[in-house]
């Protein structure tokens, strides 16, 4: 069994950054692909970011990427994701969710289902 929870959501301006942390449990964490994932009210989740077990491939849904970055910290249990450049469109629950059964080296790893998830935190980005 793997918890995750996630931290760093708020409320905050357009234009303004935030970082988000998903620590999690298990002692195969470094292992594990890691991805985060979106949810706005009355819309589908949406994928945002994905990261390989050693961090070194990462993976960004189109409305984020060039904004967002994803980091881990197999030490700390912990994977981030550095929001900048906000925007009212990126208002959502976020969420964090590992996949234990890849290492997450391709984009297909984080879009195939993910095998636990986090409750999520709430970013809210006004106008």
């Known amino acids: 069994q793997v918890q995750l929870e996630e931290s760093g959501g708020g409320l905050v301006q357009a234009g303004d950054s935030l970082r988000l942390s998903c620590t999690g449990s298990?002692?195969?964490?470094?292992?594990?692909?890691m991805g985060w994932f979106r949810q706005a009210q009355g819309k589908e989740r949406e994928f945002v970011s994905g990261?390989?077990?050693?961090?070194?491939?990462?993976f960004y849904g189109d409305s984020v990427n060039g904004r967002f970055t994803s980091a881990r910290d197999n030490a700390k249990k912990t994977v981030y994701l550095q929001m900048n450049s906000l925007k009212p469109e990126d208002t959502a629950v976020y969420f964090c969710?590992?996949?234990?059964?890849?290492?997450?080296?391709?984009?297909?790893?984080?879009?195939?289902?993910?095998?636990?998830w986090g409750k999520g935190t709430l970013v809210t980005v006004s106008s």
């Open positions: 298990g002692r195969a964490f470094g292992a594990y692909a």
């Open positions: 990261i390989s077990w050693t961090g070194q491939n990462t």
């Open positions: 969710a590992a996949r234990t059964s890849s290492l997450g080296f391709f984009l297909e790893d984080f879009l195939e289902g993910m095998d636990y």
